[in-house]
């Protein structure tokens, strides 16, 4: 009888689905991109694999811990091999990897938002790689870079979206005012770190 409840299982087989972590993250990501952020709920995910909703809980706690797992997928594209990017070209992979699935820009800081982020200390680690000077600058200044790239697409992606939804005129191209605003933060940080003040000195 125990059998029947896949639940009971760490890693059981139904109806010929292995379930693991990263099969339940590529499910989630398929319904991501069919349905939206909004859908993806661990019930309907449970059900594209056709076990019962208890099942995924051996893999993933909740759905706030599958979220964080699909902003790792979505972002490592732009992660991986980052090594030697400027802080303008790992913003634009940034970008391009979260415009790449429905919803992204929202799901990824959804999951960045959450306490102890683990996604978030390595993005912010690997902007801060990409600039030199001061330690508090740099720290301050890698945030603030995450915060446009984060901002602007989740707006640019929201209007895609709402275009798509409503039948209204698709927005405009924003690829080159996202490109300037960030050379434009780029410039005064740049400024800020030549000239060695601290970052509550520029305001």
Known sequence: ??????????????????????????????ILDSYGLADMTMRRVATSLGVAP??????????????AAIAEKIL???????????????????????????????????ALSQPDSATRAVVEK?????????????RAGAAALLHLVLGATSLEQ???????DTGA?????????????VELLLAGLTAALQSGASPGEQL
């Open 1 to 30: 009888m125990a059998d029947i409840f896949l639940g009971v299982f760490p890693a059981g087989r139904l109806g010929g689905v292995q379930l693991t972590r990263d099969s339940i993250v590529a499910a989630a990501v398929d």
């Open 54 to 67: 208890g099942a995924l809980y051996w893999h993933i706690a909740n759905k706030q811990q599958l979220i």
């Open 76 to 110: 490592a594209p732009a992660l991986n091999d980052a090594a030697g990017c400027t802080p303008a070209e790992l913003a634009a992979r940034l970008r391009g990897a979260m415009l790449s699935r429905r919803d992204g820009a929202e799901l990824v800081a959804a």
């Open 126 to 138: 690997q902007l801060a790689q990409t600039l030199r000077g001061d330690e508090d600058l740099v």
């Open 158 to 164: 929201a209007q895609k979206q709402y275009s798509a």
């Open 169 to 181: 005129e698709p927005p405009a191209e924003t690829s080159a005012d996202f490109h300037r605003g």
